[in-house]
């Protein structure tokens, strides 16, 4: 049984229509509002496919398109939580602030979300911990959450999982704590990642 199977033909239809005008933008006019919003700086682009998850432009974080920051500040909070909660291994010799945006390891994890510039070659990878603390199901739980609400999109995640986060099996994963009966199908600890992610939508929304 497919997936589109509970879908009528004009809905199939629309999907359809939406991922081709999603790509449209994320390939062509997204870069042109970034570089128009930085005043004619061309961001460095990566050959081939750019590493990073595309941002859902129906969240109420885009309104307004590249020129609002209210997403990069999102991440930069969500960043901070992560390292904070001992989910992201925190780079040595880090003593950034929140209000310091610039800050290499803010600017590359914010990329890792931009759906344009991505990880480049000279970009630290994101680590997430891979211990009882950490625990590399949260990650994927992570990602299927700000998929769910709407804050990124579906494309390639788990080949993007893979890549952002080093991750090698992201769908193993997911059938692991798909099958948590006990934790209505999701990690044993998943409620630290919905607070983290509640706390930075309530930091920038609210």
Known sequence: MSELDDYSEEEITNKKIKELLDNFYWEYVAPLERQLQELGHKPKRNKGETISFRPNRIHELYKGGYENNRWEIFFTHLMFELWNAGFLI???????RLGEKMNPNTMNFVRCFDGIIGLTKDSDQP???NNKKGDLELCVYMIDELIRLKIITDHKKDLMIK????????????????????????????????????TCLNKELH
Do not use: C, M
């Open 90 to 96: 925190r780079p040595e010799n880090s003593d950034y």
């Open 163 to 198: 890549k952002v986060f080093g991750l090698k099996d992201p769908t193993r994963n997911r059938q692991k704590f798909a099958s948590y009966l006990n934790t209505n199908y999701k990690p044993k600890r998943h409620k630290e990642i919905d607070s983290i992610i509640s």
């Open 127 to 129: 680590t997430w911990q």
